[in-house]
């Protein structure tokens, strides 16, 4: 790891506890990178998770890290923000803590437009627990509690986060790492709720079960399957069946929670005196 | 300082009130009856004051939010009632593991389910103790009056910071609506105690480090300290650990924790005990017809007496084992089937004669009923 990065993780912990060829660990050091380049100050950069195997991620680096609950992080996060909005503050979410049980927080936060960045892991699954089906596994696909395919339909996370009120919401993957890193350094300049869907894999508990080759195989179909959505505009839409777009898919800044409350104070302050 | 004033104010008031003196500046809750107004009185006064009101998509969030805040520094409370209790619980856990200073007010309501949202009821006695999963401590203090309500939550505060963990305030719906004429202190008459913090350099801290005072010091986020927190078990480091002797290692000062300071965290109230022959145990809105009771009784030469406990969680075990050596009998009246008069039992079973007068259907239990209760048993 070059020396810049290195200061950024928690050297002594590594080595990490995902499996070989599991996409987390692209993702964070893409997010490493990504600080890196945006020149935080790292004093007042805190990193909150949930529950799960992308959620882990914290443990290894090198700031305030806040690893709590399954699907909670959010909540925890709006207190570190709103308590101190000096604090940059980022979530690591996996797609059943942010979309499953956490649901509700997610886009609850999206509507406050509380100045997070969340780079929710997208492995399709539910890692940590074995494989169990998530709202991000795909209509028919083999889970441990889905065996005969999964029957249910799937969350759309970016057009969720927009509806939610989302002002920045974009999509990268684990081998689209250096797009992922510039979607990760805009969200960080938005003053807002940034949403950085970052698609990953699972050979252990998804891949495995559904056929789906090696950890190369799996990063190899996460390349021909993103489709950037700049190359998009120009296609006919027979060519993005199947298909998933990557990019900023969504910018729109408007005034954030936390500032506006310190608006409301200073206001109701200044009338006091 | 302004001079005292008499006010007729509600219990709920007089505990955001008293959250506020003692340095509360972050609030997250969610609307609950008969607990709302403290999260209203917190939404109006908390920003004039520099604070943060927060209204959170669910009492779970709102139990996350107040710990994410506690960790920048913030001294934080959140309230609630009833089912709304039982959605914090995972997180109020997380509280107890982690050992984040807070306060959680739960203005009982009659249970279990939606049960009576306007009802009084003390049957979240054992869910303070218990309500969250796993062995953990915690410290529940139990007002009996509008102006317990203000101090309580000023202990509460200060009990929260010294201790680092959660503690509740366990009113009832009597209690939180209940209208009194009280002179509050004046802010200058608090006492404040704030958490302990990090001197060392960053690279010696040990958030959970195992020493006499068993109260690690606490950095506030965005300090340079950059410490970890989990749920899961960890060392004195903080990074999780999954070693058997770790693990017990730091479960005991967990468990201990409260042990050391005892004389400073139980308080109880006596009236008459000294020489009781029926000494009634009485907590919160009960202990004031209890009080009658004993009032009436020994003005006709009965010796009955009241133990009231203030902390509830710890109980204050060793003074009432001391007072039934005295006592042939114990009576327990309490809004619910049957809860602290099983802690009363394990206490006092050898010594005394222990029962129970329950009231579970609404209505507050009357100084007549615990008269009664007594000739019966005379
Ligand atoms: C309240 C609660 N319910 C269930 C669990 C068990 N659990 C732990 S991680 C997890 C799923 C994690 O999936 P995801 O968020 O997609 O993360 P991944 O492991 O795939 O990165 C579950 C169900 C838990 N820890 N807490
Ligand atoms: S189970 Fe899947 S998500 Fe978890 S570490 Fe292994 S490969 Fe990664
Ligand atoms: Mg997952």
């Not at chain 2, 218990?130 to 009990?159: K, M, Q, R």
């Not at chain 2, 009280?182 to 020493?211: A, F, G, H, M, W």
């Not at chain 2, 004993?294 to 009241?306: A, C, P, Q």
């Amino acid at each position: 790891m070059r020396p810049e990065l290195q200061k950024l993780f928690r050297m002594d912990k590594l080595p990490h506890i995902w499996c070989p060829g599991c996409g987390h660990g692209i993702i964070t050091r893409a997010i490493a990178e990504a600080i890196n380049e945006s020149d935080l100050d790292l004093d007042k950069t805190v990193i909150v998770s949930g529950i799960g195997c992308s959620s882990r991620a914290p443990g290894y680096m090198h700031f305030d890290t806040l690893h709590t609950l399954h699907g909670r992080a959010l909540a925890f996060a709006t207190g570190v923000k709103l308590a101190n909005p000096e604090l940059n503050v980022f979530v690591l979410t996996g797609d059943g803590d942010a979309t499953a049980i956490g649901g509700n927080h997610f886009i609850h936060a999206a509507r406050r437009n509380i100045d997070l960045n969340i780079i929710l892991f997208n492995n399709n699954i539910y890692g940590m627990t074995g494989g169990q089906y998530s709202p991000l596994t795909p209509t028919g696909k083999i889970a441990s509690t889905s065996p005969y395919g999964n029957p249910e339909n799937n969350f759309d996370i970016p057009a969720l986060a927009i509806a939610a009120g989302a002002s920045y919401v974009a999509r990268g993957t684990a081998f689209h790492d250096k797009l992922l890193i510039d979607c990760i350094k805009e969200g960080i300049k938005n003053k807002g709720f940034s949403l950085i869907e970052a698609m990953s894999m699972c050979p252990t508990s998804y891949g495995r079960r559904n056929k789906m080759g090696n950890a190369a195989d799996m990063l190899n179909d996460l390349k021909t399957t993103a489709v950037n959505i700049n190359v998009a505009k120009k296609l006919p839409p027979e060519k993005l069946e199947g298909k998933f777009l990557i990019g900023k898919l969504h910018h729109k800044p408007y005034p954030e929670f936390t500032q506006e409350y310190d608006k409301l104070i200073a206001k109701l302050q200044k009338g006091a005196e | 300082m302004t001079s005292k004033k008499a006010r007729l104010i509600q219990g709920n008031r007089a505990c955001a009130e008293g959250a506020m003196a003692a340095g509360v500046r972050f609030f997250a809750g969610y609307p609950i009856t008969p607990s709302t107004e403290i999260a209203e009185i917190m939404s109006e006064e908390l920003p004039k004051l520099g604070g943060k009101f927060i209204q959170m998509e669910d009492e779970i969030a709102s139990m996350a939010c107040i710990i994410g805040a506690s960790l920048t520094g913030k001294k934080v409370l959140t309230a609630s009632s009833g089912p709304g209790i039982s959605l914090k619980q995972e997180a109020i856990g997380y509280a107890c593991m982690t050992e984040i200073p807070c306060v959680i007010v739960n203005v009982q309501r009659l249970g279990p389910s939606t049960g009576g949202p306007t009802s009084s009821a003390q049957g979240d006695i054992m869910q303070a103790r218990w309500g969250t999963h796993g062995d953990h401590p915690i410290i529940a203090l139990c007002p009996s009056s509008v102006y317990e309500c203000f101090t309580l939550t000023v202990t509460a505060v200060n009990f929260a910071e010294k201790y680092r963990t959660p503690v509740y305030v366990l009113m009832d719906e009597i209690i939180g609506h209940m209208r009194e004429k009280v002179i509050l202190p004046n802010i200058d008459e608090i006492k404040i105690v704030n958490r302990k913090r990090p001197t060392c350099p960053s690279n010696e801290y040990k958030p959970y480090q195992i020493d006499e005072t068993l109260i690690p010091a606490m950095a506030d986020f965005g300090t340079g300290y950059k410490w970890h927190v989990t749920g899961l078990f960890h060392d004195e480091t903080g990074f999780p650990s999954g070693k058997p002797k770790v693990i017990e290692e730091q479960f005991k000062r967990l468990m201990t924790k409260f042990d050391k300071y005892s004389d400073e965290i139980l308080s109880w109230e006596e009236t008459e005990a000294e020489d009781a022959e029926i000494l009634l145990v009485a907590y919160g809105s009960t202990a004031r017809s209890a009080l009658d009771a004993v009032n009436i009784l020994r003005s006709e030469g009965i010796k009955v007496g009241l133990f009231r406990p203030i902390t509830i969680w710890p109980f204050p075990e060793k003074r009432l084992k001391t007072l039934a050596e005295k006592a042939n009998k114990i009576i327990v009246p309490e809004m619910n089937y049957g809860q602290l008069i099983l802690e009363v039992e394990r206490i006092c079973k050898d010594k005394a004669s222990v029962g129970g007068l329950f009231k579970f259907n609404s209505l507050p239990i009357t100084p007549e009923e615990i008269m009664f209760k007594i000739r019966e048993v005379l």
